[in-house]
């Protein structure tokens, strides 16, 4: 392996974890990217920003935006940032050393960066236990999931870690249940709950059980996320064009495909 000390580190520890928490790699990056979100947030609502600080603002959101209105409110925050042509390349930005590691310098990133607003003791915002690969993604890929506001508790995502997830996936029939709620309680014992500051990043495996629950921190969660993989590893359900694009696509690479043997 020519891998330098740090990336062996940062590999050895996604692949005991199933995932590595880091300080962002860009904070111009980040702060562009929460700056964005808050002014789209005033404007929407007419909210007076300077009675609010940004961290006091996302965090306590449910104050302003009922239940019945959040998922329009937050489909509107999605269309306009992902309109907006720097923020997938701000994104990549804030975790870019952490997948040329883990994942390689030939990338393929989502076309849409998805977002989850959670308020607490809400109900309508849960992500039951599952992976991504049950459902037809490729194993090859790797989640950013980023955060707006410090995510702790409840108000953070869980995930079962590699040996544990080896273990259910051999007992599955077994364990599994009639229902994603079945299948929680057999792995509950086993799950770790994260911790994400802002100003932090989690790369996880999206290939091992991972969710979320009632959200019974008296905050707000705000997070986003999207998947990265290597532009040549194999896709699943997911294609490259219609949910991947290429992104670090490197000249080599570019030129190869492009090559013909002579004609004869």
Known sequence: MFLS????????AYLKQGYVIQPVADVEALTWIRTQIINLI???????SQQYPDELLLNSIHEHVSVAQLNDFRLSIIREMNTQPLFRLMYFRVAKPYLETLVGNELSMQLRVNFSIQYP???SSLLPV????WSGDSPFEVVVWLPLVDCYGTKAM???PPPASVSLNSEFK?????SSEDLYHAIALDIRWLSVK??????FNQGLPHGNRINQESETRWSMNCRFKGVFTPYGDKKIGEFFEP???RAASQAGMKYNLPQL
């Not at 077994?174 to 009639?178: L, V």
């Open 5 to 12: 000390e740090a990336e062996q580190e940062l590999s050895a």
């Open 42 to 48: 005033v404007a929407n609502l007419e909210i007076n």
């Open 121 to 123: 003791g809400d109900n």
């Open 130 to 133: 599952h992976a991504d690969t």
């Open 158 to 160: 869980y995930i079962l």
């Open 174 to 178: 077994a364990r599994a249940g009639s």
């Open 198 to 203: 802002y100003g932090e990043v989690l790369l």
């Open 247 to 249: 992104i670090t696509l």
